[in-house]
C-alpha cells in the first residue's frame, strides 16, 4: 500500500474544516443579521403592541388555567399515526424489489398499528364526553 492511501483511509482534523467554516460562517451571519435588525428596527412600543392577544383574538381570563388531558392525548396520539404513515414511503418506492417478504413484514407494521388503534378506541380514549 502506498502513503496516500494509507492517509486517505484515516480522517484527520484539517479533513473537517470546510464543515467547520461553513458552520462558522452560518453562525456568524445569524449573529450579524440579528444585530443589525436589532440596531436598526423601530423601537416604539405603544399601548397596542403591548396588549396580549392569540391570533388577533384578545384573550380572556387566565392563561394559567388547566386544560383538559384529552387535548393532549388527541394531539399524541395524531402524531404517533401520522409518523407511521412517513414507513410507507420506502416501502411504495421498493415494493416490487421487497416481494412478497416485504409485503409481509408491512401487513405485519399495519397491523401492529390497527392493534394499537384498537386499543385506544376500546380504553375510550378519542370519547369527549365527561
Given at each position: 500500500?502506498?502513503?496516500?492511501l ?12 470546510p464543515?467547520?467554516?461553513q ?13 443589525v435588525?436589532?440596531?436598526l ?17 384578545p384573550?380572556?381570563g ?12 388527541v ?5 404517533l ?11 411504495a ?16 407494521f399495519?397491523?401492529?398499528?390497527l ?8 380504553r375510550?380514549?378519542l370519547?369527549?364526553?365527561?
Amino acid at each position: 500500500m502506498s502513503i496516500s492511501l494509507l492517509q486517505a483511509t484515516f480522517n484527520t482534523p484539517v479533513d473537517y474544516f470546510p464543515v467547520a467554516l461553513q458552520i462558522g460562517v452560518a453562525v456568524a451571519f445569524v449573529a450579524v443579521m440579528m444585530g443589525v435588525t436589532h440596531l436598526l428596527g423601530p423601537k416604539r412600543a405603544t399601548s397596542d403592541k403591548l396588549v396580549n392577544f392569540e391570533s388577533g383574538i384578545p384573550s380572556i381570563g387566565n392563561a394559567r388555567q388547566p386544560m383538559a388531558i384529552k387535548y393532549f392525548l388527541v394531539a399524541i396520539l395524531f402524531v404517533l399515526f401520522d409518523v407511521e404513515v412517513i414507513f410507507f414511503y420506502p416501502y411504495a418506492v421498493n415494493f416490487r424489489a421487497l416481494g412478497q417478504e416485504g409485503f409481509l413484514a408491512v401487513l405485519l407494521f399495519v397491523s401492529f398499528f390497527l392493534v394499537g388503534f384498537v386499543y385506544i378506541l376500546k380504553r375510550g380514549a378519542l370519547k369527549w364526553e365527561d
